[in-house]
DNA sequence: ATTCATCTTGTACGAACGTACAAGTACGAT
DNA sequence: ATCGTACTTGTACGTTCGTACAAGATGAAT
């Protein structure tokens, strides 16, 4: 009375991807040391054989995971890229481009985890130097190379505080501090 | 030919203690999610056992590392109140601080496992908050609690990029910063 | 000297893991 | 229409995991 299911249509590039945004969800929500093959096959709703069909070891799938969330990541700093250039005040502007980003605290938690991964795995970092690199990119024409540094800096580390605190954002206090770091 | 290996001196304290080290030292090297009862017993060269002798579960294993890692930042935290209270220059106290901390990058590696640990495990979040909360009291005094908190997330943020570039410390840049948020 | 709670040690067990693979199906090439 | 490659799906295998526990050894109390 049972059989097995019936195959669905073939589209290898989207399982592909599919099979990435799933892991990179289940990075956020149990880390990278407890990723497996099942939680993400159960997270696709794919069989397990899937994921070996596509991505031959663990790491492999893992690794397309990040690579999928710092994708993600380098369309948001585009996007910043975008907004500061048509903001009147950069600070400012940063800020809110703060709030938005602490607004979903999952992409933040996935960073980090990235972070954490390149500090242990030095195939991982260039996948972590993306943000770290991108961002005093963008700020450079703006405040200087020293200064985007430093308020990169900042940045991580209120965003760090976020994480650990679930505090709100002292949005007045980031803009002051922002200024001061840009020496405007 | 055999038989068990004939029984050490007991010490129920000090094995308690080397439980929690050996499981410090596994997560510094594989990280909470892969952190195990085995490769602790190992690390610890004490039968397995004893690890859940003495932790009814892996999480109070892991908690007991994860505590015993901030008890040791504790420590290093008043160390940097005294260094502080008897420094000419503030900036230039923390930016030497800092290079001193960033010479063993296994405990900023550590630090930072707990605190990508302590945004997914609320019950971890004390833990987390002795850093994020210390640095700045300890700061206040010298340059107020608003900055006190800037020049905190700014050294957060220093760390994690250190850990992601294995790149030196720019000890003259990180100073200035400092300065340019205590408003010197 | 005997007792007993406490600690040590080795082993056992079911569950979950990474990975391999057989069997079946879809679909472009012919 | 058929054929062959590429993909889908379910299952199997050996390993490692968290946890439980039996059996022996210790050492303070009596």
Redesign the pocket.
Same mark, same amino acid.
């Given at each position: 009375m049972t059989g097995?299911? #019936?195959?669905?249509?073939?589209? #290898?590039e989207a399982?592909r991807a599919a099979l990435a945004v799933a892991t990179m969800e289940v990075i956020a929500e149990a880390g990278v040391g407890r990723?497996?093959?099942?939680?993400v096959a159960a997270k696709a709703g794919? #069989?397990?054989?899937?994921?070996? @069909? @596509?991505f #031959?070891?663990?790491?492999d799938l893992i690794a397309a995971g990040l690579r999928h969330a710092v994708d993600m990541l380098q369309t948001d700093l585009d996007e910043w890229a975008e907004r500061l250039r048509s903001a009147p005040d950069v600070a400012e502007a940063l800020t809110g481009l703060m709030c938005e980003y602490l607004g979903d605290r999952r992409q933040a938690r996935l960073e980090y985890e990235l972070c954490v991964a390149a500090a242990r795995d030095e195939a991982l970092r260039p996948l972590a130097e993306v943000w770290m690199r991108g961002l005093p990119e963008i700020l450079e024409p703006y405040v200087g190379a020293a200064a985007g540094r430093d308020i990169c800096a900042l940045l991580d580390g209120i965003i760090l505080l976020a994480l650990v605190t679930e505090s709100e954002l002292d949005a007045p206090g980031l803009t002051a501090a922002i200024r001061r770091l840009a020496g405007t």
């Amino acid at each position: 009375m049972t059989g097995r299911r #019936p195959q669905r249509a073939r589209d #290898p590039e989207a399982r592909r991807a599919a099979l990435a945004v799933a892991t990179m969800e289940v990075i956020a929500e149990a880390g990278v040391g407890r990723t497996t093959h099942r939680a993400v096959a159960a997270k696709a709703g794919l #069989p397990l054989g899937a994921t070996t @069909y @596509y991505f #031959p070891t663990l790491d492999d799938l893992i690794a397309a995971g990040l690579r999928h969330a710092v994708d993600m990541l380098q369309t948001d700093l585009d996007e910043w890229a975008e907004r500061l250039r048509s903001a009147p005040d950069v600070a400012e502007a940063l800020t809110g481009l703060m709030c938005e980003y602490l607004g979903d605290r999952r992409q933040a938690r996935l960073e980090y985890e990235l972070c954490v991964a390149a500090a242990r795995d030095e195939a991982l970092r260039p996948l972590a130097e993306v943000w770290m690199r991108g961002l005093p990119e963008i700020l450079e024409p703006y405040v200087g190379a020293a200064a985007g540094r430093d308020i990169c800096a900042l940045l991580d580390g209120i965003i760090l505080l976020a994480l650990v605190t679930e505090s709100e954002l002292d949005a007045p206090g980031l803009t002051a501090a922002i200024r001061r770091l840009a020496g405007t």
